[in-house]
């Protein structure tokens, strides 16, 4: 009967958690739930509140913006961009691309209009964006309208675009999101069936 209860006092104590063990247990989970709520907030900003991730694929806005650097953009109107700002847009008529460059200039057209029934006579302003890459020679082509304006750049992270991949980054922000979610769910899972089965 003595023998019996040191036995399970020995295996007692191999699986007792020491304050170190504890210290460090703390830790990973901290750092676990921080890796999961950052990258769930970035999945959320970007695919539901209108927030984009761009990484930078040339080196027209150097050395603002380096190849390889990722943006961040958020939704604004046209109408509160100004001179400086720097700007994300889409380009190209038939294969799109999405631009990164500042603004150097903005153009306000203004349209006036008669109905021709009534007489009543009505105007519209819509703005137009001048814009230019940093280390480019000359101006952008074509102005940018409201419906290719995606957003203003105000978060940049530098090379972070070149691992995650200039094209993609929306859909890597999605796997991150759900591989680091299974990861922790997994550890938790192991950690609940090794107390249960330590019964601690």
Request: hydrophobic share 50%; aromatic share 4%.
């Amino acid at each position: 009967m003595e023998s019996t209860a040191a036995s399970d006092l020995s295996v007692s104590h191999q699986h007792r958690l020491t304050p170190i063990g504890f210290v460090l247990r703390l830790i990973g989970a901290l750092l676990a739930g921080l890796l999961v709520a950052a990258v769930a907030i970035a999945l959320i900003a970007t695919q539901l509140l209108g927030f984009h991730a761009l990484g930078i694929a040339s080196d027209s806005m150097a050395p603002v913006l380096q190849r390889g650097d990722l943006v961040i953009t958020r939704p604004v109107a046209i109408t509160t961009v100004s001179n400086g700002d720097i700007v994300a847009f889409d380009e190209g008529q038939f294969t799109t691309v999405t631009v990164v460059h500042r603004v150097v200039g903005v153009i306000n057209v203004t349209v006036n209009t008669t109905d021709s029934k009534t007489g009543a006579k009505s105007s519209e302003t819509s703005r137009l964006l001048r814009t230019k890459g940093d280390a480019n020679p000359t101006l952008d082509g074509v102005p940018v309208a409201a419906d290719r304006f995606r957003g203003v750049v105000f978060v940049s992270l530098p090379t972070v675009g070149g691992v995650l991949g200039s094209g993609q980054v929306q859909e890597v922000l999605f796997g991150l999101a759900i591989a680091t979610a299974i990861a922790w769910l997994v550890y938790e899972v192991v950690r609940f069936r090794r107390r249960r089965t330590n019964g601690t």
